[in-house]
């Protein structure tokens, strides 16, 4: 990207602001981005902060300006389809924010929209979906891939050829051993160490972790 983007951040709330400080860090480091605003309806998201801009107005009212590039900063797995959506159907592009601290091993292909964060190691050999969110310090091994949409928890570690499906949400600090499949839309708990394979739609906890029962 070598002309200058402004960028609009959906989502104005904690991991939105979380995401401005990653967006901030990429620019210094080189990226040719500004930060233009946050996509949110909920207007007053940001009155109790400071030195953030502006939330400019809800993502379903948004008029797509030239030079506009969006980032989506929702940790719901289903809303961040439903709002990247929203905006690739009005025509929008995302960007992907890698930032300067992380490491990206040789080979490691990772999609679009993507946000990677402060420390993430993401190892050789390696495959990342499109709209997948790594927190702080998470770790993905080798031979490993991510679908689309997931959202990997800060402190997180996945371990060689792991594979992980679509709408996966880990939340912070989960191991998973290698070779394991975590299947679509399947939640793994805070603190959980999965060493079997996971199916579809299931909530684990634990360690050992085992199905959540509702």
């Known amino acids: 990207m070598d002309d200058m983007k402004n960028l609009l951040i959906i989502g104005a709330r904690g991991w939105g602001r979380e995401v401005y400080d990653i967006a901030k860090d990429c620019i210094a480091a080189g990226m040719c981005l500004t930060v233009k605003g946050f996509l949110d309806d909920k207007a007053d998201a940001l009155d109790e902060y400071e030195n953030y801009p502006p939330i400019i107005g809800p993502v379903e009212s948004y008029q797509i300006q030239e030079d506009d590039v969006f980032i989506c900063a929702l940790g719901d797995v289903d809303f961040k389809k439903k709002y990247a959506d ?33 420390y993430a190691n993401i190892s ?22 991510i679908g689309n949409y997931s959202h990997i928890g800060g402190n997180s570690s ?23 499949k975590i299947g679509d839309h399947s939640i793994i ?21 085992k199905k959540e029962e509702f």
Do not use: Q, Y
């Open 86 to 118: 929203i905006i690739m159907e009005k025509g929008g592009t995302f960007v992907t924010l890698v930032h300067p601290t992380a490491l990206l091993g040789n080979n490691a292909k990772i999609g679009v929209g993507c946000v990677i964060g402060a």
């Open 158 to 180: 996945i371990s060689g050829f792991v594979s992980i499906g679509e709408f996966v949400t880990m939340h912070p600090g989960c191991i998973v051993v290698p070779r394991r």
């Open 189 to 209: 708990g805070t603190g959980s160490v999965v060493l079997g394979n996971v199916k579809a739609h299931t909530t684990m906890f634990g360690n050992p972790a």
């Open 124 to 145: 050789c050999d390696t495959r990342v979906g499109d709209f997948v969110t790594f927190s702080i310090r998470a770790g993905m091994g080798h031979d490993s891939s």
